[in-house]
């Protein structure tokens, strides 16, 4: 959903690279970014990676694929929930309930304590400005109840800090809807979920895997998914507009 708003696309060290030229030099992968300790070892490096992503997702317009969803919600009045393992917010960005979404790896909009002292789980409200040269952050947020360095409140590589709390309360409300659904019709749309962290792409096939669920999957790279279900070997926006067009 997020490469058709315009985000970088982080399959692969080459297109991490692309998006992020600096860390080519440095010979730093998106797992190695994506890493926990720099906010130890380095916070404002740390904070370069992901202090520029979180301007970069306050800026980004969800794309027209967001509200062809909405209306399809307003159309048919389904009951529905969105899971997602993309941390940017697009989805409540683009109107959706927040109630209803459930971001399986956390969120760059909410922030956490590195050691931590505590439970909380607080929005992120700072501001960076990140050398582009270097991806140093010019200052490094703190924990509010013990001064120690905050990180993103996001799952990341070799993660045995990551306070799930806030994710774990989004997984008991689609765990209810799961519930309310059974023995109902069900429609799963799988987009752009790969293999690689194949956390979003178990799911679909395990709720898929109910009798009367039907699961779309639409996906340019790995789009295969057996009988009954479909593919579709697109991009997300793409798809959408495919199947909204025969709807109408």
């Known amino acids: 959903m997020g490469v058709d708003s315009g985000l970088p696309d982080f399959r692969g060290d080459q297109g991490f690279w692309r998006a992020y030229p600096p860390y080519e030099r440095l010979n730093i992968s998106f797992v190695d970014a994506a890493n926990p300790r720099h906010f130890s070892e380095d916070p404002a490096f740390g904070w370069g990676f992901y202090g520029h992503r979180a301007n ?3 800026n980004t317009v969800p794309h027209a694929g967001f509200g ?10 389904p009951d529905w929930f969105v899971v997602t393992s993309n941390v940017d917010g697009q989805f409540q960005k683009a109107g959706f309930d927040g109630d209803r979404v459930c971001e399986v790896h956390g969120s760059i909009h909410h922030l956490q304590c590195t050691v931590p002292c505590c439970d909380s789980i ?3 409200k700072e501001e960076f400005t990140v050398d582009m040269g270097t991806m140093r952050a010019d200052h490094v947020p703190r924990c509010p109840e013990c001064g120690a360095v905050a990180r993103p409140n996001i799952l990341m590589f070799g993660d045995w800090s990551w306070l799930g709390g806030r994710s774990e309360s989004q997984r008991r409300r689609l765990d ?11 429609l799963i749309l799988e987009m752009g979920a790969g293999t690689s962290i194949p956390t979003i792409r178990n799911l679909g096939q395990r709720v898929g895997s109910r009798e009367g669920a039907l699961l ?3 996906n340019p790279r790995e789009p295969v998914v057996r009988t009954p279900h479909l593919s579709l070997p697109v991009g997300a926006l793409e798809g959408l507009k495919g199947i909204d067009g025969f709807l109408e």
């Open 56 to 58: 970069l997702y306050r």
């Open 68 to 77: 062809i969803i909405r209306a399809w919600i307003q159309r048919f009045d």
């Open 122 to 124: 607080w929005e992120n």
């Open 176 to 186: 209810a809807f799961l519930t309310r659904c059974a023995g109902r019709r069900l």
């Open 216 to 218: 779309v999957r639409i």
